[in-house]
């Protein structure tokens, strides 16, 4: 917000303290601003301090900002507020169980406690690989099931399901189901036929089909039933219409057997990761919700007079439960925007801020079936609406009303009553009008994108506002391009690289999908005598021509230098030395590669995998399309590229919304898991195993769950909802792209297309503000690689005892991080407690998780060496270089001079005036060990020692 005076509805909030409130807050309407000021307003009041007040947020960073707001209104400080219960309902939920929650399992009959060293596993790639690890277990020991896994093509889906019916409120306890959740499980056959008979209305006033009978034309195309499965023609009928007793006979099942398999598999999944002393979100909220149901004394001492809720349209059932049961009053305030509910797959229920009334009233009511837990009314509910928007024009805040209009794909058939019936329409606030939509198409979408980058940059027509609220020329770094999938980002940044455009790619990539993992995963296969997947890949990648490498392959002549390097992996001792010395030899020393190793390394600490195990688990990774956070970036003055979800929140002078492409936006195909839950069906399973039919053992298909999935809407909605959510990070200008097939959408949006040739040139970019370490080098193509972890022994860190881990030193450097950027976290342990202590008594500059690159020229060739120094403490006169190291020896400090004799030397360079110094800080006895560096010609003779790491390319060629 511009303005710092709130406008009548904020104001009409902020001093809306007690009652049930219901707060429409559309995109750029001040929702933070407003919030936080009504929470400055609440603890201004006689008795009621911050401990009696419950704020949530979605992110640990917005309860960070939403801390710093409220400190600037009202008279409690930081300090004062560092404790204040404003915090995700994760780690809500978590200081819960902490405090109070320690025998919450037996509840659900489960004897194991939660303990106070139970570990959080936030990484979802290292929790499928400790469920994988259970699931595995679990077939073994259940033989009574092996029917049930023959059908799941991959069992760790169960996982997906588990996660889903957790946020649900769906529990498994020793006996069955908790309290009254199995009624989930069974489906709602009255909520399903009303949506079956709309679905089977004849169309055209009769004339024509219904939607239903037409869908299943398609009844039993590429499926293989069982026998008793009925003809199409029995399924469809012979009118306009499918029968109506069809209906009941594809929802009465007999499900018993496919819920206590579910049960099972859930209720022996909690037992296993309590053993293993860990927990995930939904376990943290179920245990939590629990809890609170069946401790009542506990309840009512732990209820807080006022409740607010921010971002709404983005909680779970369970959320929503939990926040009745934590309220002691009806003081509660949700705020929200069912235009930007965007996170159904992370179960996020659109419905609890669309039909907020009708199901506080519902879930008040399950709530108190047994026992008064909610003891206040749920009447009034008042609701206001802000509507004055603080970041768009007026033209593409009414343009993306639109896009919450039009259909998604042909077959969709949207309620644009029902729509019109919500919207809330936008007021914008903006000083200039100055706004341009427009759509292109090429068949060379990547390259007509650039092109119009470099169109944009520099015209007056684009003009964007400046801090000032003046008009400016517009750079690479107002520029955003959006995609509703991560492949298109990934490419484009490719093709930008090509022409030298800056770009920097933001948010989650298919981790295991990118050459790095390839490659890693191509050597542990060769180690693992997977010869022909292993060789294949590493042969290509060195260059050689199909026919060559099938060749290779038979008569098994492998490149020598190939083969030592391959016995050189045999000599590692850690996979992560394996890891390291790979990624050195081909030249990955970029954060993709330094994720991919984290990312293995905790995998391998958290289970009990061997190699072969962790092949597997890549494998897995690659079919399931895993992801996991990676930042690439490219200077500030730089294009960003994300994906539409991952834009949330943030907003940009100008959106280029890209790969409009059928199949794209949506994206095609979809599918669920062989087990899934959907509202109304209930639980259901889309293939089954059966050795009786046709004589045969064989996977067929359920006609049933075919039926039914036919009789599922698609989740449309929630695609126009993202479509929506794009159009509003826009504050100027707006442009759609699109490639061979535009996709539904971009057809029908009131925009013309207009069909382009690409002319992209390369691009001389000025040199963009980088990190403060940054060595200005030229580097040839194709140069040596290193990070300073290649450079040291691993085996000085093997059979080290009592040590405490990855988890716990990455926990560290995250706290040194955090608090290091004022972000208001507390320490945790005595570690912490050390770097708090050390970082109070520094008096200059901190620079946190800087990139450092030294330039060496190592004989005739050009090395460099890149890392990331944990913090730089400058001051006018010296700089010191400082690394967190959470050791209980100095076994590895020989190595660590190495690591930190390469940081001190691009300090030098950097900062040729000041003293440099650089040290090691050993956080768990505060000791800070200032080392001696090596000189330049010392670095020069490691590298030389260590194996060549040109990739193996130029070698293999002549042999």
């Known amino acids: 917000m511009t303005d710092l005076k709130p406008n009548d509805q904020q104001r009409e909030l902020i001093d809306s303290t007690d009652g049930l409130y219901l707060v429409d807050a559309g995109a750029g309407t001040g929702k933070t601003f407003t919030v936080t000021r009504r929470y400055a307003n609440v603890v201004s009041q006689d008795g009621v301090d911050p401990d009696d007040v419950l704020l949530v947020t979605f992110t640990n960073n917005a ?85 049930h896994f023959r059908a799941l093509s991959n069992p760790e889906e169960l996982l997906d399901l588990i996660n889903q019916l957790a946020a649900k409120g769906v529990f498994p306890d020793a006996e069955g189901w908790y309290r009254d959740s199995e009624r989930h499980l069974d489906g709602d056959f009255a909520a399903f036929a009303r949506q079956f008979d709309e679905l089977n209305e004849p169309r055209n006033g009769g004339s024509k089909q219904s939607i239903l009978r037409s869908k299943l034309y398609q009844y039993g195309q590429n499926k293989t039933y069982l026998p008793d499965a009925p003809e199409k023609s029995e399924i469809r009928g012979s009118g306009k219409q499918v029968p109506d007793e069809l209906a009941s006979r594809v ?18 999944y909690l037992r296993f990761a309590l053993r293993r002393n860990y927990l995930n979100f939904g376990m943290l909220q179920l245990f939590a919700f629990v809890l609170l149901c069946e401790n009542h004394e506990l309840r009512e001492d732990v209820a807080f007079e006022y409740v607010m809720i921010d971002e709404f349209q983005d909680s779970s059932e369970i959320q929503f439960k939990l926040a009745l049961l934590l309220s002691g009053t009806n003081n509660i305030c949700v705020v929200g925007d069912w235009k930007q509910s965007i996170y159904s797959f992370q179960y996020a229920d659109v419905d ?18 047994d026992r008064e837990r909610v003891s206040f009314s749920t ?52 000083d200039h009008e100055n706004t341009t939509i427009e759509a292109i198409q090429s068949d060379e979408e990547q390259e007509a994108v650039l092109a119009k980058i470099q169109e944009i940059v520099g015209n007056e027509t684009y003009r964007v506002e400046d801090e000032d609220g003046d008009l400016r020329e517009p750079r690479y770094g107002d520029i955003a391009v959006l995609t509703r999938t991560r492949d298109f980002g990934r490419e484009l940044l490719g093709t930008a690289e090509e022409y030298g455009l800056p770009m920097a790619y933001e948010g989650g990539i298919e981790l295991f999908r990118t050459d790095q993992a390839k490659l890693l995963l191509a050597w542990l296969r060769i180690l693992e005598d997977d010869v022909d997947r292993g060789w294949a890949v590493t042969l290509e990648r060195a260059g050689y021509t199909l026919d060559k490498v099938d060749a290779i392959l038979e008569r098994e002549t492998y490149p020598e230098n190939m083969v030592e390097f391959r016995e050189a992996l ?175 959408f971009i057809e029908e949006l009131p925009v013309e297309v207009e069909r382009v040739t690409p002319d992209v040139t390369e691009t001389t970019q000025e040199k963009t503000e980088q990190t403060a370490l940054q060595v200005e080098m030229s580097v040839p193509a194709g140069p040596r690689g290193h990070t300073p972890h290649t450079l040291m022994r691993d085996d000085v860190f093997e059979d080290v005892e009592g040590g405490r881990g990855t988890e716990f030193g990455t926990q560290v450097h995250d706290f040194a991080e955090a608090y290091a950027l004022d972000e208001g976290v507390e320490p945790r342990n005595t570690d912490e407690e050390h770097v708090e202590a050390f970082l109070d008594g520094l008096d200059g500059d901190l620079l946190v998780e800087e990139d450092a690159y030294l330039p060496l020229s190592v004989g005739s060739e050009r090395v460099t060496i890149s890392g990331v120094v944990d913090l730089v403490h400058v001051t006018p006169d010296r700089v010191e270089i400082v690394d967190y190291k959470t050791d209980r020896g100095r076994h590895g400090e020989a190595e660590y001079r190495k690591q930190l004799s390469v940081y001190y ?39 030389k020692t260590v194996e060549p790491t040109t990739g193996g390319g130029g070698q293999a060629r002549e042999q």
Request: hydrophobic share 35%.
């Open 570 to 744: 045999r000599g590692m001792e850690t996979l992560g030395g394996v890891a390291r010395r790979v990624f050195a030899r081909y030249g990955y020393d970029g954060p993709t590669a330094d994720v991919v190793l984290h990312t293995l390394q905790s995998v391998h600490n958290a289970t009990t995998q061997t190699r072969g195990d962790l092949i597997r688990f890549i494998e897995r990774s690659i079919e399931a399309g895993s992801t996991h956070e990676v930042q690439a970036g490219a200077g500030t003055n730089s294009v960003t590229v994300q994906t539409i979800h991952a834009t949330k929140g943030l907003e940009y002078p100008i959106v280029i919304l890209a790969n409009m492409n059928s199949g794209r936006f949506p994206p095609g195909g979809g599918g669920s898991g062989v087990i899934s839950y959907d509202d109304p069906v209930g639980l259901r399973q889309r293939k089954v195993y059966s050795e009786e039919a046709h004589g045969l053992p064989h996977v067929y298909d359920d006609w049933r769950a075919d039926v039914l999935r036919k009789c599922l809407p698609r989740e449309y909605d929630e695609e126009r909802r993202l479509l929506y959510v794009a159009i509003t990070r826009a504050e100027s200008h707006v442009v759609f792209t699109a490639g061979e097939e535009p996709n539904t």
């Open 251 to 268: 929802f009465e099942e007999d499900r018993e057997e496919l819920k206590q398999f579910v049960h099972d598999v859930y209720h022996e």
């Open 352 to 369: 609890n801020i669309v039909e907020f009334e009708s199901r506080l009233d519902r879930f008040v009511d399950q709530l108190n079936s």
């Open 379 to 430: 009447k009034p509910v008042t609701t206001i609406e802000l509507v004055e928007n603080y970041r768009s024009t007026q033209e593409i805040l009414d343009f993306s009303e639109h896009g919450l209009r039009v259909p998604a794909a042909n077959r969709d058939d949207v309620d644009v009553e029902s729509i019109n019936d919500r919207i809330v329409s936008l007021q914008s606030n903006a």
């Open 905 to 943: 030397r691009v300090a030098c360079e950097v900062y040729p005036e000041r003293e440099i110094t650089a040290n090691i800080f050993y956080t768990e006895t505060g000791d800070r060990q200032e080392i001696e560096p090596l000189s330049i010609d010392e670095l020069r003779h490691l590298v």
């Open 63 to 147: 309860a960070a900002e939403m801390k710093e707001r409220i400190v600037g209104n009202c008279h409690y400080g930081m300090r004062e507020l560092a404790d204040a219960p404003i915090q995700t309902f994760h780690s809500l939920c978590h200081d819960l169980l902490e405090e109070h929650g320690h025998a919450a399992p037996t509840y659900l009959g489960i004897d194991d406690r939660i303990t106070g060293s139970t570990r959080i596993v936030e990484d979802e790639l290292v929790e499928q690989a400790l469920f994988g690890e259970f699931i595995d277990r679990f077939s073994d020991d259940h033989p009574e099931y092996d029917d």
